[in-house]
């Protein structure tokens, strides 16, 4: 710490004093006399954390610890054509913290995840939530009072797979965020990649076909458009039209969100149509990941994301295409994962960003002031 002993030892009183950290015992010595060991004490320092998609956002208070303060508090919050969103978005955290009964000066951050473009050094997201000539970071923290960081949900996703999934043994992963479009977040000898200009990862839109429906990107054949649970769910909604038996039922007045979690519950149950339509898709899923093994030859791939719940029902069919496109000696090598963390990914790499730039904080705890 560069600092005398006798200065961190009077520090270390302090905190202890305030109740921000804790004595944890004795470590193991090497000879010497055994160091005592302090964390930080439950409760003392939160964070809020957020993930949004494309149609609704869930928003949840943490602790250092990982612990859930607050229930998950699920919020329907669109971005696509949506210009209030951002006022909504800043509406929905500050009403989550009021009602949690938290006090706001033992929160270090907000860390919020989402789709697009994100430029998480400006803090500006260049395909939703527009901040005009401001950044989405400052137009938060000023009206909340609280330190803002962003990212995308898929790099995200794939912070928290390094952190405390599969990717913190291994080097080389390529983390999918299965959800409403189909995220990448790319780990590179053990670091998340992003990039020239930050955008890496958007697997959404590998073109797989020169036909199929138009993407929300304005191109024909993404795989997002063909693959994404939102295609998934439209389909679905077509075949009970047409008359297919399944158990999944269709209320016009539903989102085709409800239709995508409903038609996942129901795959997993054993309904026919429904694991057809999401075998159909994890087939393409496993053509567009045949040309990431081409390029990156990474040790493992990770389903992550909200279908990690339906995980096992996409690795034959991923693993088919796999045999079809793939070169053997290059896929050989390659495991297929399914994530322990899956949905809950995306907050907890939110709350990972707010500790990752815990440093750039000038003042994180208000309430504990050192002399």
């Known amino acids: 710490m560069s600092k005398s002993i006798p200065l961190v ?3 270390l009183s302090q905190l202890v004093d305030k109740g921000l950290l804790i004595e944890k015992g004795y470590a193991a010595s090497s000879g010497g006399r055994k160091p005592l060991l302090y964390g930080v004490a439950p409760g003392q320092i939160n964070i809020v954390a957020v993930a949004m998609d494309q149609l609704s956002t869930r928003i949840v208070i943490v602790d250092f610890f990982n612990n859930y303060l607050t229930e998950i508090e699920v919020v329907d919050l669109k971005l696509l054509n949506n210009p209030n969103s951002l ?4 509406e929905a955290i500050s009403a989550h913290i009021l009602n949690s009964g938290i006090s ?9 995840g989402m789709p697009g473009f994100v430029n998480a050094e400006k803090g500006v997201n260049y395909t939703y939530l527009d901040s005009g000539s401001d950044s989405i970071t400052s137009r938060i923290c000023r009206t909340l009072n609280l330190p803002v960081f962003i990212d995308n949900d898929s790099s995200l996703v794939a912070f928290a797979e390094l952190k405390f999934g599969v990717a913190k043994q291994i080097k080389d992963v390529m983390v999918i965020n299965l959800s409403w479009g189909i995220g990448l977040g790319m780990i590179i000898n053990g670091h998340l990649f992003r990039g020239h200009s930050g955008f890496a990862g958007e697997f959404s839109h590998i073109p797989i076909s020169e036909e199929g429906a138009l993407c929300s990107c304005g191109k024909q054949g993404c795989l997002e458009a063909q693959a994404s649970l939102l295609a998934v769910a439209e389909k679905a909604i077509e075949g009970i039209k047409s008359g297919r038996k399944t158990r999944l039922t269709y209320d016009p007045k539903s989102s085709k969100a409800v239709v995508g979690d409903a038609l996942m519950e129901v795959a997993n149950e054993g309904d026919q149509f429904a694991i057809e339509l999401l075998s159909e898709a994890a087939y393409e899923i496993g053509r567009g990941l045949s040309i990431l093994i081409h390029i990156i030859n990474p040790r493992a791939i990770v389903l992550s994301g909200r279908g990690a719940k339906v995980g096992k029902l996409l690795l034959a069919p991923i ?6 496109y793939c070169i053997p000696r290059l896929a050989e090598d390659t495991e297929i994962y399914i994530s322990d963390i899956g949905f809950d990914a995306e907050l907890i790499g939110a709350a990972i960003l707010v500790m990752e730039n815990a440093e750039k904080i000038e003042e994180p705890i208000s309430a504990y002031t050192l002399t």
């Not at 006022?87 to 800043?90: F, M, Q, T």
């Not at 693993?319 to 079809?324: R, T, V, Y």
């Open 9 to 11: 030892a009077r520090l």
């Open 87 to 90: 006022d909504e978005l800043s």
């Open 104 to 112: 706001k000066n033992s929160i270090l951050g907000i860390g919020i």
């Open 319 to 324: 693993q088919q295409a796999l045999n079809k």
